[in-house]
């Protein structure tokens, strides 16, 4: 299993250079689309609901205070992935690239697990969490998700 540096320095490595919250989003939607069509774990770092969106502590340790980053800001191995994995980043990245930062922040906001941690640990807007994600409402929300897509 591809840990979340690995998976961001692959996703670096294909779309880079980028800023660290558009990185952030994408591993967020790669985790969940490949949590739904492949059932495990993209990997076993867990997601936050942070402000301004999920946010992987692991990730974020290793750009803290950077905006923008390139190819090889990340510690990680873009070739740990295995096939699944790369398909699923790589659909993500193919159906997403086209989204700033914002608009993929946005779309973590509307509904569903980042929501759901925000009400658990009852922060409201803009107020700091570090509520966990749950696999079992990132999977349901995204399964939902496919199941339009079909």
Same mark, same amino acid.
């Given at each position: 299993? /591809?840990?979340?540096?690995?998976?961001? /320095? #692959?996703?670096?490595?294909?779309?880079?250079?980028?800023?660290?919250?558009k990185?952030?989003?994408?591993? #967020?939607?790669?985790?969940? #689309?490949? $949590?739904?069509?492949?059932?495990? %774990? $993209?990997f076993?770092?867990?997601? @936050?609901?942070?402000?301004?969106?999920?946010? &992987?502590? *692991? $990730?974020?340790?290793?750009?803290?205070?950077?905006?923008?980053?390139?190819?090889?800001?990340i510690?990680?191995?873009?070739? &740990?992935?295995?096939?699944?994995?790369? *398909?699923?980043?790589?659909?993500?990245? @193919?159906n997403?690239?086209?989204?700033?930062?914002?608009?993929?922040?946005?779309?973590?906001? @509307?509904?569903?697990?980042?929501?759901? &941690?925000? %009400?658990? /640990?009852? &922060?409201?807007?803009?107020?700091?969490?570090?509520?966990? $994600?749950?696999?079992?409402?990132?999977?349901?929300?995204?399964?939902?998700?496919?199941?339009? *897509?079909?």
């Amino acid at each position: 299993m /591809a840990s979340v540096q690995d998976v961001a /320095a #692959y996703i670096l490595a294909k779309d880079g250079p980028m800023s660290t919250m558009k990185l952030q989003k994408l591993c #967020y939607f790669a985790y969940g #689309y490949h $949590l739904a069509w492949e059932d495990r %774990q $993209l990997f076993p770092e867990r997601f @936050e609901a942070w402000a301004n969106g999920p946010v &992987a502590r *692991e $990730l974020y340790a290793q750009h803290r205070g950077r905006y923008q980053l390139s190819t090889g800001d990340i510690v990680g191995d873009p070739v &740990a992935l295995d096939d699944g994995e790369r *398909e699923s980043v790589d659909v993500v990245l @193919e159906n997403m690239r086209p989204f700033s930062a914002h608009e993929l922040s946005a779309m973590t906001h @509307e509904a569903g697990p980042w929501v759901y &941690a925000r %009400q658990r /640990a009852g &922060a409201r807007d803009l107020e700091r969490s570090d509520a966990e $994600l749950l696999d079992g409402e990132i999977a349901d929300f995204f399964g939902r998700l496919v199941s339009r *897509e079909d």
